[in-house]
């Protein structure tokens, strides 16, 4: 589904005219406003096998800090292992408090990492810090749960539950013109989270490492 189709659907649930772009109206607007806010919550909610993603960061002597690009900054469930031929290792999260004490307190080597943690971001994607700090080029990849890009085009095909992301939508757009003489607002959010803990419910069945979920 695209983000088109998905505002439409939206627009005729409230019985109102599809449009031709999502920008059409103010209103064919605020629906696509809120798609996007429907698409962040369900992306959220759940770490999607469709999110799954490797970004790599090559390191260089003497420098800590990486901007991990294309990662973002609302990403899960990362590992990260040095992929460099003779030095394959897997890296062990750390909090940034412990290693700026490594880096503050000890005497500071340099080595192939053995650590990482968040450390702030560009304002688009995170930052990651290393500590040893890297010796030499190491290539270290982060194998991440990397939610899409904000929806702009007419042409962006959402690729986590469409769906769920329109019963998502209708019911934020109910509950901001109010009850309309068909579903109440709290129904259509009811009508939501239902569909959205089915969803979860299918991939959980595909991967045993995930434990439950309760909506919030």
């Known amino acids: 589904m695209t983000f088109l189709e998905a505002v439409n659907d939206v627009l005729a649930r409230l019985r109102e ?3 031709a772009t999502v920008s059409q109206s103010n209103y064919s607007s605020m629906i696509a406003a809120f ?16 999110q799954n993603t490797t970004l790599t960061v090559t390191t260089a002597p003497g420098v800590s800090n990486y901007v991990l690009t294309g990662a973002g900054m609302r990403h899960k469930g990362a590992t990260a292992n040095i992929t460099t031929s003779g030095r394959q290792a897997r890296l062990t999260p750390k909090s940034m408090n412990w290693i700026q004490d490594q880096q503050q307190l000890t005497t500071t080597t340099t080595s192939a990492p053995i650590y990482y943690a968040w450390n ?3 304002g688009t994607d995170s930052k990651v810090e290393f500590f ?5 080029a190491y290539t270290i990849a982060f194998n991440l749960n990397v939610p899409q ?3 702009t085009a007419d042409s962006d095909a959402i690729i986590v539950c469409p769906e769920v992301i329109v019963l998502g939508a209708y019911a934020r757009a ?6 309309d003489g068909a579903l109440m607002s709290s129904e259509a959010y009811g009508l939501y989270q239902g569909a959205l803990s089915d969803r979860i419910a299918i991939e959980q069945s595909r991967n045993e490492d995930y434990a439950t979920w309760a909506p919030t």
């Open 35 to 50: 798609v996007n806010d429907a698409k962040n919550k369900v992306e959220d909610a759940w770490e999607w096998d469709a």
């Open 17 to 19: 005219s599809t449009v």
């Open 132 to 136: 040893a700090t890297p010796d030499a």
């Open 149 to 151: 890009v904000k929806l």
């Open 120 to 122: 702030g971001s560009n």
């Open 174 to 179: 109910l509950a901001e013109r109010g009850e």
